[in-house]
């Protein structure tokens, strides 16, 4: 498919990263590119912005890529909710591919990312394009072939053998979540402390990115929402929103892997307490 014909929308929380991958798709001739850091943004524009190519991000700052890419293709308001979605991510796994399969998404590339991986894994979904299926319990190609994985393949079976491991102690998670825990507690007493414990926070996303664990880094982007709008609101309501974080992040980690579903609802129970707190704020 000609690149003269590829409209792209960029989803991409990180600006650094984004613009790499502008600068990645304009090179090779592509015209037509939107980039957003907010996801909520992006699916607002694409009601009016004809994209036929998605990029986005798997680590947001509201949920991942796989969440977004099942709402958009149920959203009948979109014309172009076919269009082929791309999902990068510096840390990936089989899990995380099974998640966006699932989700409707076309392709995961892993980062960094390189021009020649980026256009050759879009040319090859564009080329041999797959049917379209509306079903009840699920939107989007065909999933029976599976879903194509490109990029950083060494990072890719690391993920795959030593996920257990990765999530675990082996780079200090519970060093990172205690260390949490005490931010939490202090910025719980004093709000002015909300911002050391974004930081401690910000070192367990990084461990769950790294881990490919899908539900740590959904609670973990709950809580750092969470964190954000604490300044904004009665302390009444913030200090009890984050213990409620932090004791459900501590709940996941403490979990195996393996009880994806249970440790799918703990993620799922955090992020609807900060749903309510902001609804009691408003």
């Not at 502008?22 to 090779?28: E, F």
């Amino acid at each position: 498919m000609n690149v003269k014909n590829w409209t792209v929308c960029l989803i991409e929380p990180n600006r650094y990263e984004g613009q790499i991958i502008v600068d990645l798709l304009r090179n090779a001739g592509v015209d037509k590119v939107k980039s957003f850091t907010s996801c909520e943004a992006a699916l607002d524009a694409l009601e009016l912005y004809p994209a036929n190519i998605i990029v986005i991000s798997y680590e947001l700052a509201a949920g991942n890529a796989a969440l977004w890419t099942r709402a958009f293709r149920r959203n009948t308001k979109l014309c172009n909710r076919k269009a082929a979605v791309f999902v990068t991510s510096s840390a990936f796994s089989r899990m995380m591919a099974e998640e966006c399969r699932h989700a409707g998404a076309n392709a995961l590339i892993g980062k960094p990312i390189s021009g020649k991986v980026l256009l050759a894994t879009i040319n090859k979904v564009l080329e041999h394009p797959r049917p379209f299926i509306e079903a009840p319990n699920y939107v989007g190609p065909c999933r029976r072939a599976g879903i194509v994985t490109a990029g950083a393949p060494k990072q890719r079976r690391k993920a795959d053998q030593a996920q257990e491991a990765a999530s675990r102690a082996e780079e200090g998670l519970p060093h990172l979540l205690a260390a949490l825990a005490d931010a939490a507690s202090k910025a719980g007493a004093d709000l002015k402390q909300v911002p050391a414990c974004e930081t401690a926070l910000k070192a367990v996303q990084d461990h769950a990115a790294k881990a490919g664990d899908g539900p740590l880094m959904r609670a973990g982007a709950a809580f750092a929402l969470q964190l954000q709008a604490a300044s904004a609101m009665k302390a009444e309501l913030a200090r009890p929103a984050i213990d409620s974080c932090v004791k459900g992040i501590a709940a996941i980690a403490a979990m195996p892997v393996a009880e994806a579903a249970q440790r799918e609802r703990l993620a799922e129970e955090v992020r609807q307490a900060v749903a309510k707190v902001a609804h009691r704020a408003a």
